[in-house]
């Protein structure tokens, strides 16, 4: 069973900053099964990035994905006000434990 | 729009039984695969179950295996899910999500989740 661990746990940042989210899978993954979401608090998860980098329909430009094999990584280039919140790696039916971006 | 909306969810006893349906818009229900998955309270998400678009293969998680029942009914554009031999690490909000086309079981829309919640 393949598993996910996201890293850091907690990513503390200012708005305007990048922010590099890491996703390592246990073992080697398909990159075209690997996909990226994000969830604010009350809300329904919504998904950014699919097949490791290829951008969700409506998905800002600022939100880029990457990786291969086992290393993965989330990327806002400049973070706004509304990027704050959890997200959450996935390949095929395991989810990573998230990563929480909050302000600083 | 993809619009999904579930219901079902509730308070049952341990043991007890509950099954949630979802009822999707927007989309072509019948081509694409549906999903199930499921965040308990402050924790992260976890995938339960999944159906391809014409029912004929399911999936599921080893928590979920002989006790949940996933199915879908094509002509009313719902899908179910039948939750049996509940415990409380079954506590959760279950989310309603739509396979995207050509990467199963990844999911390009989720719905706004039903409660579970599995106490005496």
């Known amino acids: 069973e393949i598993v996910l661990t996201q890293s850091p746990g907690t990513l503390s940042l200012s708005p305007g900053e990048r922010a590099t989210l890491s996703c390592r899978a246990s073992?080697?993954?398909?990159?075209?099964?690997l996909a990226w979401y994000q969830q604010k608090p009350g809300q329904a998860p919504r998904l950014l990035i699919y097949?490791?980098?290829s951008r969700a329909a409506g998905i800002p430009d600022r939100f880029s994905g990457s990786g291969s094999g086992t290393d993965f990584t989330l990327t806002i280039s400049r973070l706004e006000p509304e990027d704050f919140a959890v997200y959450y790696c996935?390949?095929?039916?395991?989810f990573g434990q998230g990563t929480k971006v909050e302000i600083k | 729009e993809v619009q999904l909306l579930e219901s079902g969810g509730g308070l049952v006893q341990p043991g007890g039984s509950l099954r949630l349906s979802c009822t999707a818009s927007?989309?072509?229900?019948?081509?694409?695969?549906m999903s199930w998955v499921r965040q308990a309270p402050g924790k992260g998400l976890e995938w339960v179950s999944a159906i391809s678009n014409a029912a004929v293969s399911t999936y599921y998680a080893d928590s979920a295996k002989g006790r949940f029942t996933i199915s879908r009914d094509n002509s009313k554009n719902t899908l179910y899910l039948q939750l049996n031999s509940l415990r409380a690490e079954d506590t959760a909000v279950y989310y309603c999500?739509?396979?995207?086309?050509?990467?199963?079981?990844?999911?390009?829309?989720w719905g706004q989740g039903t409660l579970v919640t599995v106490s005496s």
């Open positions: 996935q390949q095929s039916r395991t």
């Open positions: 073992q080697t993954v398909s990159s075209s099964y």
């Open positions: 927007g989309f072509t229900f019948t081509s694409y695969a």
């Open positions: 097949g490791a980098s």
């Open positions: 999500a739509k396979v995207l086309g050509g990467s199963f079981p990844l999911i390009d829309y």
